[in-house]
């Protein structure tokens, strides 16, 4: 295998916790929601799936109480970010640094045990392409993924649904005028957003990396968070940066791997660097840039 | 106002010398309980450095019972914070303080130059005080003797080693661990990743993978506190090593053994002197003669005739009859890193920023 055939074989299943976690984050501040504590849903995720899936529960429950338990959580900050209109950066940071504190809690009796993976699928006929056949050798939880890219792409082209969740992010009063419960809206989107994290996590914890250990989510929840802006809050944008990101990650490993003569902290901040820039590029149209952004993101509605 | 003058710095460093040397004479009252904090950047784990850390503390508890009382504080960040927690440990009575990372260095020497009745251990620095003793281990001892195994092993004729930052203590290790597999097939190759991180599993296992799909079939876990590189290589199929501590568990198959390290012999003997009176702060740099540093649960499937050679070479390390920084020794870049028949010294070996002939890597500046 050469180095491009290994960053093709990696390059989504790298991606994964940053695409869910980076498309749940989207849905919220789509809404007009800024949650910051995206870091820690993700480490309550991935502690609640790893400890599920060591005991035997098995993947999928593993998935689905870690979804469960950062939803939990970020409905908590709903309560005060929307319930009680405090301020939403303060809140998301503190829900964050809870979802964290809570992860090291649970985790302590699992620190560096190690449980099974999930096996890879192949499609049958593509994945035997010379070269780009590694890409279509994957777990079911990458091809999951992608599904629900689609999915949440068509729900804000072409649904009702998606519609409803921008006029309460672009303008709340509005919205409210014409009867659309706008903190009912946005606290169904904070809880999507955490269980996605939630997800995130899970496959951080349980299929990518599969242990536990204390701060394994290690700023992959705030770089989600930079994916949604630099990503323009499209979806189609945001899947590119997480690919991206994931497939410079790998190029930076596989450059030193076969000694290539470049320093090796350059390679390690390469990824952030090239999202930036690319992301950048594409959205530098400033007209379309306001056009995509979300103009009541993070101010509290009151009616 | 006292001026801050060259002079009233050296009158003020003479002060603290001189209360050193006094306090550590009369400070300690044998029939007091003496509490002892170890402080330790990561969450302690079933294995790592921590774990290695803690588990040195044991037979020290064991020994002295009731007279000690240890309390270990874990997951502790370097900088401000660490400084704080430190501080806080001191004044809350405990006189022995083992500041278990580099990044303690500063907060560390500061406590034990205010108190002198406080014994100060710190991993892996390099400055000295009368109540404070800098402690590494000679792990390259160790990771020699697996090179030869891993060259005896590799049919590829590549090794890899995914390791954390391209600090001296780790570039010596992927150093010896080149010579001893020169020493088995010269023309072997090892090729580094340095994934710029203590701590982010993902990553470490991302790069192990990395290693394994350019042909690496031996990685050696550089300084990773969890099973990440270890478990990805079980699964690949491929040999794997590490320092510290077995995770032979994590690797039934594949595992081709550990650099184990064992504070204890150094713990005690340091909590002993304190005791008495008599620690003296000196740079300790330990290894096999020590009883430190240990090669574990060496893999069945290293050739017989290697093993044997292995072993030889290990009672020699033990009796200090051999030391893998034994020149002729060529640098990357071509140039004489130690002459034919010199040994490197120690002082040498602890600065060490340069790699040997074999790396395919080059270090990053």
Redesign the interface.
């Known amino acids: ?3 491009v ?2 960053i093709l074989a ?1 390059m989504l299943a ?1 991606a994964t ?1 940053f695409l869910l976690a980076a498309l749940g984050e989207m849905v919220v501040e789509r809404a007009g929601v800024l949650n910051l504590g995206v870091e820690g849903l993700m480490a309550l995720g991935a502690v609640i799936a790893f400890i599920v899936v060591y005991h035997g529960g098995g993947h999928f429950l593993g998935f689905i109480t870690a979804g469960i338990s950062a939803a939990l959580l970020s409905l908590v900050f709903a309560f005060i970010a929307l319930g009680f209109r405090a301020n939403q950066v303060a809140t998301g940071l503190a829900i964050g640094i809870l979802g964290q504190g809570l992860s ?1 809690l649970f985790g ?1 009796t699992y ?4 449980v099974k ?1 999930l096996p890879k699928i192949a499609i049958p006929g593509l994945s035997e392409i010379p070269v780009i056949g590694g890409l279509f050798v994957q777990d079911i939880v990458v091809w999951l993924s992608l599904l629900a890219t689609l999915v949440i792409w068509a729900t804000f082209a072409f649904t009702k649904t998606g519609l409803v969740i921008r006029a309460v992010g672009e303008n709340p009063k509005a919205a409210h005028a014409i009867g659309y419960p706008v903190i009912g809206v946005r606290v169904a989107a904070v809880a999507f957003g955490g269980m996605m994290a939630g997800f995130a996590g899970a496959y ?1 914890s349980v299929i ?4 536990w ?4 989510i ?1 700023g ?1 929840g705030w770089i989600a968070i930079a994916l949604v802006v630099f990503g323009t809050w499209l979806t189609g944008r945001i899947f590119l940066g997480a690919c991206l990101f994931g497939a410079v ?2 190029m930076s ?2 450059a ?4 290539l ?1 470049l ?3 350059l390679l ?1 901040s390469l990824p952030y660097l090239v999202t930036i820039i690319v992301l950048g590029i594409i959205s530098a149209d400033r007209r379309r840039l306001k056009m995509n952004g979300v103009a009541s993101l993070g101010e509290p509605f009151e009616h | 106002m006292t001026h801050l003058t060259r002079r009233n710095l050296m009158k003020a460093a003479a002060a603290t010398g001189l209360a050193g040397a006094l306090g550590s004479r009369f400070a300690v009252a044998a029939d007091e309980q003496l509490g002892i904090t170890l402080v330790i950047p990561s969450p302690i784990g079933d294995v790592g450095w921590g774990h290695a850390l803690s588990a040195g503390l044991d037979p020290v508890k064991a020994a002295y019972g009731d007279k000690v009382r240890v309390t270990i504080l874990e997951n502790i960040a370097e900088g401000p914070d660490a400084d704080r927690i430190m501080n806080k440990t001191v004044a809350d009575g405990n006189k022995f303080l083992i500041a278990g990372s580099f990044g303690y260095q500063n907060g560390a020497l500061q406590i034990a130059r205010r108190d002198p009745s406080v014994t100060v251990l710190h991993a892996s620095g390099f400055q000295v005080a009368p109540n404070f003793s800098p402690f590494a281990a000679k792990y390259f001892q160790g990771s020699y003797l697996l090179g030869m195994a891993a060259a005896a092993l590799s049919k590829t004729g590549k090794l890899g080693s995914v390791s954390a930052f391209a600090i001296p203590e780790l570039i010596t290790t992927i150093n010896a661990f080149t010579l001893g597999a020169q020493a088995v097939k010269p023309d072997i190759e090892v090729s580094v990743v340095w994934v710029n991180s203590w701590f982010d599993p993902a990553k470490e296992q991302e790069a192990a993978k990395a290693l394994i799909a350019q042909q690496c079939d031996v990685i050696f876990s550089n300084a990773q506190d969890t099973p990440s590189v270890i478990s990805a290589c079980e699964e690949a199929g491929v040999y794997a090593f590490n320092l510290n501590s077995s995770m032979k568990k994590y690797a039934p198959k594949t595992y081709l053994g550990c650099v184990s390290t064992d504070w204890s012999p150094f713990f005690k003997a340091s909590v002993d002197a304190h005791f008495a009176g008599t620690f003296k702060g000196a740079n300790t740099f330990l290894g096999v003669a020590d009883k430190v540093v240990k090669v574990v649960d060496w893999n069945p499937d290293i050739p017989a005739d290697t093993m044997t050679k292995i072993k030889e070479l290990e009672a020699k390390i033990a009796d200090g009859t051999f030391s893998p920084f034994t020149g002729p020794i060529t640098k990357a870049d071509g140039s004489e890193g130690v002459a034919s028949g010199a040994t490197m010294p120690d002082g040498e070996i602890v600065a060490m920023d340069w790699h040997v002939k074999g790396v395919a890597t080059p270090l990053p500046k």
């Open positions: 295998m050469n180095a055939e290994f990696g790298a916790p090291a302590k620190e560096s045990l190690t993976g951080a990518y990396t599969p242990l250990a204390d701060g394994m290690a992959r990650s790998l490993l596989a030193q791997a076969t000694g003569d320093p090796s902290q390690s």
